[in-house]
């Protein structure tokens, strides 16, 4: 039966990866998208954004790789993950704006799901609120938290953020000098502080 | 191992449905049936028990969908200048006339015949896809290839 295999049909690449973009575009209006992501180009390299009705709930580095990141949240949320830049749009342009020292605040509401432990939670609340351009210590973080000598677990809170820069763990320090550790490199850290004007050069 | 995130699902089993679909229903109405069939997946996916065989589980949705298309066509009033347009032709390889004798076979052998002898599918799978037993399967593709046969000069080769 060569002639019927014939009929199977050239090349559908192109045709199918624009129908799976209708598919996302679709599944979004149906609200059936628990998970939106996108990567967004930004001086610190491409990263990895996911939201939910909530809100932000992951921001990732490259290095971690999407499909990784991905699967985690598909884990952890909801395997109904879909591209959809749209879903994700309010909070990259927040990110641009922030990056071309236009914003010094983040709006977008965020999803804390994927923070873990209470303590994390309020350590990272906490950070929240440490201003664009100023610095505080991981004593000072544990101690607004409820543990002033709990610096090191909210150390360990501030590397598992589930959203760095908008959460700004970069602006935590050690008490004894030096910018510290960053989950997402050191460089990356003084690159930030650098750009809020809290570390010369 | 739990579900793949969505995306990586539909990134993985696109090409095979939209070939299925493709040559099921045509150019003019391959797009929403595939996108059909994967709104229909991503409803049910949350609840998918059984992650292990997702490339049958997605062409099983879209032979429903392809069957449902063909019965709406059927229902619906034709102008009978319009008849002949079994699936849209054009942007198809292969002979025209085969695909006309192939959109005109009973749906259950039309589909049989094209995951069997179009897409190469083992006969486990085109059961699956159909939602009946293998002999079924057998005896649907078997016989919508004696029909193909005689509607036209298709040679056993």
Known sequence: MKELRKLRTGDVEDASRRAAELVGVRAARAGLVDVAYATVDTPVGALILATTRTGLVRLAFPEEGLDHVLEDLAASLSPRVLENPRMTDPVRRELDAYFEGRRRTFRAAIDWSLASGRFSRRVLEETARIPFGSVSTYGDVAGRAGSPRAARAAGNALHDNPVPIVVPCHRVVPSSGGIGKYGGNEWRKAYLLRLEGALAG | ?157
Request: glycine share 4%.
């Open chain 2, 1 to 157: 191992m739990g579900l793949p995130p969505f995306s990586r699902f539909m990134e993985e089993h696109r090409v095979p449905v939209y070939r299925f679909l493709l040559a099921a229903v045509g150019p003019s109405a391959a797009d929403d049936c595939f996108q059909d069939t994967f709104i229909s997946a991503l409803r049910a996916y949350p609840k998918l028990r059984d992650e292990r065989n997702l490339r049958g589980w997605v062409i099983t949705i879209a032979t429903r969908k392809a069957l449902d298309h063909w019965r709406a066509e059927r229902r619906r009033p034709i102008p009978v200048e319009r008849l002949p347009e079994q699936p849209v032709l054009e942007h198809l390889d292969g002979d025209p006339e085969l695909w006309r004798a192939v959109g005109a076979l009973p749906p259950m052998q039309r589909a049989a015949v094209i995951h069997r002898y179009v897409l190469d599918l083992p006969y486990a799978d085109v059961a699956s896809a159909l939602d009946c037993t293998e002999e079924a399967a057998r005896a649907n593709a078997y016989e919508g290839r004696r029909k193909l046969r005689a509607l036209t000069s298709l040679e056993e080769r």
